[in-house]
């Protein structure tokens, strides 16, 4: 398996041509999904108290998650990240700044990156108060090991959001705090997202202006394809989308965007091109059957319309170009966030994935324009 991913449509940042990096450098970028990693589970001994420390080495973790003698990630792939993303001195790709800032962001013209962390983070965890230690102390790592040392870089408030008043409690500590640009759930939650019990984390969101970042993946427990527990790693890949599905039909028939109108949300790694489809055939059976949600005054497409954003990463390609602008259309360019997902193996290069038929004006907008507005950066 190749994991750095060098191939005409697809190039490392180092190796994108000059032509295109040139052309991308007219513009500026703003990635609404970077991966920080912690180096091991001791960069992050310092934000730990000693009775977690202890539990963590003793214990460990108490994920619910079904493949305990398996692998989430390919093993030539750990974590996910890209071979040349891996630093001179090894370790996982993201975890040195200093080799970050050469290959990402000096290279790719980054002017913002929102980081979104998935190591270490402990979220969905069934010790909720060792999810809540774990949450703090990535929110701290984040701050005092990254945003702290690099001003193009804002963090994510990773809550441990199955338990929600704990979940508050994060929020409103990190709330107001300048390098914090959204709050970070996963798709594969023990119940869908849109219930009642999560609400408390979408009225915080909603009373600081922040939006909510749904990034795929999450140990629920559940199998992680709806049709049970895949074999192969491509099932696993291709059924984010099925997972972000369930996750947004939630949003919208549980009636969140109804209770909070000014509540903004992401969809962050789940591909795109099946969005336009999904809101269709939400439409229908509202037509049909929208006695069962009272609640709901409009279609459930117009509240999606209004409240959900959505990243353009992993990058959809069909072979007629113009069927991808078709897709950009029906989705409406003003929902689309540009993000590379660096360092992982299917890192999208913003000098080269967007097509060129969209004209500057389009591009600026889903490179920056949209997260610029979306995430207050002025």
Known sequence: MTTDVRTPNRPSAAGSSTVARAAQERYKVIDSDLHPSARSLEDLKPFLSKRWWDHLQTY??????????????????PFAHRRDAIPPEGGFGGSNLEFMRSQYLDACNIEVAIMSPLNFTGQGDDNHELSAALARAINEWQVECWTRLEPRLRASIVVPYEDTALSVEEIERWAEHPHFAQILLLTRTSEPLGRRRFWPIYEAAQKHGLPVGIHVFGASGHPTSPAGWPSYY????????????GMLASFALEGVFERFPGLKIINIEGGFAWLPAFEWRLDKHWERMRGEVPHLKRPPSEYLREGLRISTQPFEEPENPKHLIDIFEWIGYDRLLFATDYPHWDFDDPATTLPRQIGPERMQQILSGNARKLYRLG
């Open 60 to 77: 460990g973790y108490r994920s619910r998650q079904g493949l305990y003698q398996g692998q989430v990630y390919p093993k030539a792939a």
């Open 234 to 245: 491509m099932e696993d890949m291709t059924s984010h989308a099925a997972a972000c599905q």
